[in-house]
Structure formats: C-alpha cells, structure tokens
C-alpha cells in the first residue's frame, strides 16, 4: 500500500477507511483478525480501481 499510495496516505487510509469488501472492517482491523495480506490487499485494489499493473 505504501509504494502504491505514499507512506502517509496508506497508513492513514490503512487505520481510517473502513471497507464494506472487508466486511466493514478497515484494513488494520482485518489483518488482526486474522485476514491474510493479500486478501486484504486484492480488497484494497477492487475498491480503490487499483491498476492490474499495481496488484
């Protein structure tokens, strides 16, 4: 996320946006429930319109 959307953004958006394909958890929250990083980062993508390119 950082190399995508800049240090302070991701952290930001990673603590702060919370995701309905995360089942309305933010990013922060999913990973410690034990989401793998990718799931949550294909997430990211599909709800960000991430290019193919940047997954």
Same mark, same amino acid.
């Given at each position: 996320?950082?190399?995508?959307?800049?240090?302070?953004?991701? +952290?930001?958006?990673?603590? +702060?946006? /919370?995701?309905?394909?995360?089942?309305?958890?933010?990013?922060?929250?999913?990973? +410690?429930?034990? !989401? @793998?990083?990718? +799931?949550? !980062?294909?997430? /990211?993508?599909?709800?960000? @319109?991430?290019?193919?390119?940047?997954?």
């Amino acid at each position: 996320m950082r190399a995508h959307f800049g240090e302070a953004y991701a +952290d930001s958006f990673a603590r +702060d946006h /919370v995701m309905s394909q995360l089942g309305g958890r933010t990013v922060m929250e999913a990973l +410690d429930a034990g !989401w @793998d990083a990718k +799931d949550v !980062w294909r997430a /990211v993508c599909a709800a960000m @319109d991430v290019p193919a390119s940047k997954r």
